[in-house]
């Protein structure tokens, strides 16, 4: 890869050896997927989950990680400032509420000293997957490194700004460097769409948006598809349309002519490119989504979720006035995941206290996924769930072996009252 002199001058350690290793590994990353050089980034979206998980970024190869390295991180890392905009992805708990979700002291703190060593960097601790709604907004052709598959494709599909799937490893380097590989998403030429999906029925609520995006990506995989015959999306349904393509695919960008800042036209979308498959979404295409989210649906529910992607203030709204008044059944749980700010924002305005006057709980900075499959918090039992979310019914399916039902929010509110389907 090409570098520039200050570039050079890191990786002969000049700024010491946790940039060094940081610039050491990019450039390994960039010269295996063809990156010509590096591009200045202004926004990082990252993970830190606890400081074992961290270390391992810039952990010892070729033996284990010990806690003499964590230690040696630590203080590497409380030196160092991000030079860029850098937010964090949901992490293993909600640090005030944490005995709610199962989680012990000792898991608790190794989060806390984790997240203590983030904001010496200067990182933004938001522990959210929708950055792109709340504390992290690039604008139109700004270079990002950002992880989280939901909130790459939103920010190249609806902002218009450029950032390839990045690992938690690479986002981290570039937030410490404020560069990232020039290749992929960065580059004008890779953003033209390549397949045509041709949406055959109404898409009319945001769980809608959710299916149709879960059945494009599964047939399509991989590529960049242009949505035709769509309205424009709430910021609801596009949150909601991002997470769901990326359950059954690999992408990081689509197009909707009129909606994605680069697609004024379909035509434009496509940039002279024919497209190589065509997609049709239909009833028949529709029903086949049904049938795989709701999974043996019927029968006593133990937990009705909202909240994957994070719910929106808007949304907290739309369940409080769901709730208003009603309450959910003994034995099911009510739990409803946010970020930080959203939460305090809902507090204030009365939608939690709503929320948990229904017998809900509003959790923050975590999810289902992360609490249990990446932290040592104990689960809850969830034979069965009700969601409204593609990815939450998907992935408890697979993660969990639960049975779900999958439904609107009204339909869900409903379930959690009677404590079954
Ligand atoms: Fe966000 Fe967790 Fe869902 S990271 S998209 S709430 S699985």
């Known amino acids: 890869m090409q570098l520039t002199s200050e570039q050079k001058r890191i990786l002969d350690g000049a700024e010491g050896p946790l940039l060094q290793e940081c610039m050491a590994s990019l ?3 960039g010269e295996a997927l063809g990156a010509a050089d590096f591009v200045p980034v202004t926004s990082v979206h990252t993970s830190i989950l606890n400081l074992p998980y961290l270390a391992n970024c810039f952990g010892p190869r070729g033996r284990e990680l010990t806690e003499a390295d964590v230690r040696v ?11 860029v905009r850098t937010t964090t992805n949901p992490g293993m708990m909600d640090l005030e509420q944490w005995r709610l979700t199962g989680s012990d002291d000792t898991a608790r703190q190794t989060v806390q000293e984790a997240l203590d060593t983030a904001r010496q960097c200067g990182i933004l601790t938001t522990f959210s997957c929708i950055p792109y709604l709340t504390d992290n907004i690039p604008a139109l052709g700004e270079h990002c490194a950002w ?6 494709m939103y920010a190249n599909s609806f902002l218009g700004a450029r950032t390839n799937r990045e690992s938690y490893e690479t986002s981290i380097y570039s937030a410490l460097l404020g560069i990232t590989p020039n290749y992929g998403m960065h580059l004008t030429e890779n953003r033209r769409g390549t397949d045509l999906v041709d949406v055959r029925v109404p898409v009319r609520t ?3 948006w959710g299916m149709m995006g879960y059945y494009a990506g599964g047939v399509l995989g991989l590529g960049i598809p242009v949505f035709r015959n769509l309205t424009r999306p709430s910021m609801e349904d596009a949150k909601q349309f991002c997470s769901a393509i990326n359950v059954s695919a690999g992408m990081s960008m689509v197009h909707i002519a009129g909606v994605t800042p680069e697609a004024p036209t379909e035509e434009a979308a496509f940039g002279g490119n024919a497209p190589r498959r065509v997609c049709v979404y239909d009833e028949a295409a529709r029903r086949s989504v049904e049938e795989q989210l ?3 649906p019927h029968g006593k529910v ?10 929106t203030l808007y949304e907290l709204k739309e369940l ?3 709730l208003e008044g009603r309450h959910a059944a003994p034995d099911t749980k009510l739990w409803v995941m946010t970020t930080g700010s959203i939460k305090a924002a809902a507090d204030r ?6 929320i948990r006057a229904a017998g809900g709980e509003l959790i923050s900075d975590g999810c289902l996924n992360i609490f249990y499959n990446y932290g040592t918090a104990t689960r809850p039992k969830i034979d069965r769930i009700a969601t409204n979310s593609v990815k939450q019914s998907f992935s408890v399916q697979r993660a969990f072996g639960s049975k779900t039902v999958f439904a609107e929010p009204e339909i869900c509110v409903e379930i959690a009252v009677e404590g079954g389907y």
Do not use: W
């Not at 992880?147 to 790459?152: L, N």
């Not at 133990?302 to 719910?311: E, N, Q, R």
């Not at 305005?349 to 709503?354: H, R």
């Open 349 to 354: 305005l009365g939608y939690g206290d709503v």
């Open 27 to 29: 450039i390994k990353c």
């Open 320 to 322: 409080a006035r769901l």
């Open 302 to 311: 133990d937990m009705v979720y909202f909240g994957c992607p994070h719910a």
């Open 294 to 296: 709701n999974r043996d």
């Open 147 to 152: 992880a989280e598959t939901s909130a790459v």
């Open 206 to 208: 945001t769980r809608e």
């Open 73 to 83: 991180l630590r203080e590497r890392l409380s030196k160092q400032r991000v030079p």
